[in-house]
């Protein structure tokens, strides 16, 4: 009887650490390192638009780029690009060059002279009564 009651205690003591065990999980998103940044505004198929033109590097040919987070604080415009690595990234692993155009929300907007902030690059863009432009064409800076 005490035999059997050790074996069932062993056995339920192994049941449970099998299954407390937890996966290895992913380490959060990290941002990207942002090399270049260029604003690009104009009229497109009778809209106006603004885009972030942004090239950089990811950690490896492994990572992943998150979908890009934007937000405004005044007149400031911030987007944030982040990305997931996977649970294990090999060892030296060589960065790898990206390059992606951003639509930039401007909806709303009021004119004025905006900051455009991606994981701290910034260019400055323009919004005046006839539309958008880049505020550099016009010389004028915050």
């Not at 290895?24 to 990207?32: E, G, Y």
């Not at 930039?104 to 260019?123: F, H, K, S, T």
Request: glycine share 8%; proline share 8%; charged share 20%.
């Amino acid at each position: 009887m005490n035999r059997s009651f050790a074996l069932l205690a062993t056995l339920t003591l192994a049941f449970f650490a099998a299954s407390c065990q937890t996966a290895l999980k992913p380490p959060p998103p990290s941002p990207v390192q942002i090399e270049s940044l260029k604003v690009f505004s104009g009229e497109f198929q009778g809209r106006i638009e603004a885009y972030a033109d942004v090239s950089g590097s990811l950690t490896s040919a492994e990572a992943q780029m998150v979908e890009p987070r934007q937000w405004r604080e005044g007149y400031r415009l911030y987007i944030e690009i982040h990305e997931q690595l996977p649970i294990q990234v090999a060892e030296g692993a060589a960065r790898v060059p990206f390059q992606r155009r951003i639509p930039i929300e401007i909806g709303g907007l009021a004119p004025g002279v905006y900051i455009i902030n991606v994981n701290g690059r910034e260019e400055h863009l323009e919004i005046d009564g006839i539309g958008l432009r880049p505020a550099v064409d016009r010389g004028q800076f915050l």
